[in-house]
């Protein structure tokens, strides 16, 4: 849906996905909405995307709980994790299947965002022949990226990296709406 390959490997995710013409659709309303009424009486979902500690908690940006204070807090984290680790995989077949994109490239700086959209668009017309790769590469690529985040603790940046009350809210009422239809054995 977007590629935003504009930003040096330097720049924090969240300032990245700040300037990103996903949020800015999100935010403005731009892209077709959908909400969600989990819960009677609460805050409508809206759509979102999902974020790493280091990202913004905002309505349509979730990330989990800094530090749980319910079984229910837990049990969202877990299930948002979860979620999060499709992303990474689909990271993973991107990263094996055009290696290039994991390490320094000798370029001009204008070209090298030419270069990793390339990458994308190859990587979907993989998908789309449903061409295979080697999982071993795959999982690798997503181990290196996990020790990666491992190392640099993925930080959140103090000026991208906010809380919004709507955020805590909408996360709220997602937390709520777990801990009421799950089953007690999860």
Request: overall charge negative.
């Amino acid at each position: 849906m977007d590629v935003e390959c504009r930003w040096p490997g330097s720049i924090h995710d969240a300032k990245v996905f700040s300037n990103s013409f996903v949020k800015n659709k999100l935010q403005s309303g731009e892209l077709p909405q959908t909400f969600n009424n989990l819960l009677p009486g609460h805050n409508l979902i809206p759509n979102y995307v999902i974020g790493d500690p280091a990202y913004p908690l905002t309505p349509h940006c979730m990330k989990e709980f800094q530090s749980c204070k319910t079984d229910a807090e837990v049990v969202f984290n877990n299930m948002l994790r979860s979620a999060r680790n499709s992303i990474e995989c689909a990271f993973g077949h991107l990263k094996a299947w055009w290696l290039i994109i994991t390490r320094k490239m000798d370029l001009k700086h204008e070209t090298i965002p030419k270069v990793v959209l390339s990458c994308f668009v190859l990587h979907n017309v993989c998908e789309l022949h449903n061409d295979t790769i080697d999982e071993e590469l795959v999982r690798s690529q997503v181990a290196r990226k996990r020790s990666m985040e491992t190392e640099y603790q993925n930080v959140p940046d103090p000026v991208y990296s906010c809380t919004t009350g709507e955020g805590e809210a909408i996360r709220d009422v997602m937390t709520q709406y777990i801990q009421v239809n799950l089953p007690d054995s999860y």
